[in-house]
């Protein structure tokens, strides 16, 4: 007999797992040489994203720069008085012509005017040039930009261009303005010197126009003023770290916005808390993780601690600085912390609301009694025996007269309630039947707020009338 023993198939066991091995083997390489590929094919894809990126990028500088230039040449031109032949650039009309209407073309066009500002502060002594500008003080706003800077804001702009442009046709079908629009804007540095003043006042317009969306210099004034705006942009423009840091400089809450690689950049977010605690909701999950990033934000907005991570909604010194911002943010502290008679006694004495958050420490005294004396309304969450006590019932509604209608048998107490409508007259109203009719008490109500006389018994109201 053989030394080995033979399988089913007649192959030798220690053959087959030589054979099982080898196939295990050739699929692992398989496997590796499938997972190179698709590194490759991956790196390829990435590569290939990132020169695109990198060629938009480019076109952007490009337009911008050529933008810039353009707006440049024509403060070069104003500067020295030659704004007629920048006008003539741009225009079918003659210089001579042209020149002639100057006066009436700044009186009538805002866009004109917008590129004076901005051309003025440069060289002042240009105005020597504009007789135009010196006696009529054309460069202020006045009704004119007002109106088309409403315009602006509204998305209509095409109606304030239809109404200043002579050449324009009023029958011209607005979608077909809205089209040109983008080469409006491209081709006409004044058009562009008053949108960046009207973005400056209220960068939320941008919303109304696509081709500005994608404008870095528009998106930068746009958020400066409005830091919600970056909202409107484009995903590109949601990935630029200067953009998005001016955005979260000005509203905290832009960070919800942001391309999410910079949401988890501990930079921008801390901006972003700095501004608004609450922009912790938006940072990245690893970021609600730190210490410092999460003090930051509550210490701004103690109720940011409702976003931190759990493991930070334990740490003492973290809900100590939430609390003593916003006593409210118990509610989100771990319920050992809520058991903590410090961190409560410090978050009550902030705002006595907290109480309902303070667990077993609502029947202790001298809480209650430092919520109550905070906020009246407390009373309401203190412990069964303690809204029984008396001095802490007084207390309440000292502080509130309103706590009265949690203040159960002492609403028919002559002392209390009398307490009560001094603190606010409409307390009157949760006091008993007997009460209302009580001359003393009405006429405390009264004297505190005359309107609680509703509330009085008819008898006393029909008297108090006549």
Avoid at 72 to 98: K, P, R, V
Avoid at 306 to 313: P, V
Avoid at 350 to 358: R, W, Y
Avoid at 408 to 417: E, K
Wanted: proline share 2%; with cysteine.
């Amino acid at each position: 007999m053989s030394s080995f023993a033979i399988t089913n198939k007649g192959i030798p066991s220690s053959r087959e797992d030589r054979l099982e091995r080898q196939m295990e083997k050739r699929l692992a390489e398989a496997e590796k040489r499938q997972a190179a590929a698709d590194r490759r094919l991956a790196e390829a894809e990435q590569q290939q994203a990132a020169e695109a990126e990198k060629k938009q990028t480019k076109a952007d500088r490009r337009q911008a720069a050529a933008e810039k230039g353009q707006d440049l040449a024509w403060y070069s031109l104003f500067c020295h008085g030659d704004l007629a032949h920048a006008i003539q650039s741009n225009s079918t009309e003659s210089a001579f012509i042209i020149n002639q209407k100057m006066g009436e073309s700044f009186a009538r066009n805002p866009g004109l005017r917008a590129l004076a500002r901005e051309a003025l502060p440069i060289k002042g002594s240009a105005i020597g040039y504009y007789p135009c500008l010196q006696e009529n003080g054309a460069t202020e706003k006045g009704e004119q930009e007002e109106i088309w800077y409403k315009q602006f804001w509204n998305g209509n702009l095409r109606h304030a261009i239809l109404q200043d442009t002579t050449q324009s046709n009023p029958t011209e079908q607005s979608d077909l303005i809205d089209q040109k629009m983008g080469e409006a804007f491209a081709r006409d540095p004044g058009l562009r010197a008053l949108a960046r003043e009207a973005l400056s006042i209220d960068g939320s317009a941008i919303r109304h126009y696509p081709f500005l969306q994608k404008n870095s210099a528009a998106a930068m004034t746009a958020v400066r003023a409005h830091g919600l705006a970056l909202q409107h942009l484009t995903k590109r423009l949601k990935a630029d770290p200067a953009i998005v840091d001016m955005a979260v400089e000005q509203n905290g809450l832009a960070l919800e916005h942001a391309d999410e690689s910079l949401q988890k950049d501990p930079a921008i977010v801390k901006k972003a808390v700095e501004q608004n605690g609450l922009a912790l909701k938006h940072a990245h999950w690893s970021l609600r993780k730190d210490p410092e990033i999460v003090k930051i934000a509550v210490r701004q907005n103690g109720l940011a601690l409702k976003y931190a991570d759990e493991s930070l909604r334990g740490d003492r010194e973290i809900v100590k600085i939430a609390v003593r911002q916003n006593g409210l943010a118990l509610e989100h502290a771990d319920e050992s912390l809520q058991e903590d008679r410090k961190i409560v006694e410090r978050a009550v004495r902030q705002n006595g609301l907290a109480l309902k958050h303070a667990g077993s420490l609502r029947e202790d005294f001298a809480l209650v009694l430092a919520a109550v004396e905070q906020n009246g309304l407390a009373l309401q969450f203190a412990g069964w025996l303690l809204r029984k006590d008396r001095e802490i019932v007084l207390a309440a509604v000292t502080q509130n007269g309103l706590a009265l209608q949690h203040a159960g048998a002492f609403r028919g107490d002559d002392n209390i309630v009398l307490a009560a409508v001094r603190q606010n007259g409409e307390a009157l109203q949760h006091t008993t039947s007997l009460l209302k009719a009580n001359q003393k008490i009405v006429e405390a109500a009264l004297e505190q707020n005359p309107k609680s006389l509703r509330y009085a018994n008819w008898t006393l109201r029909e008297g108090v009338q006549k």
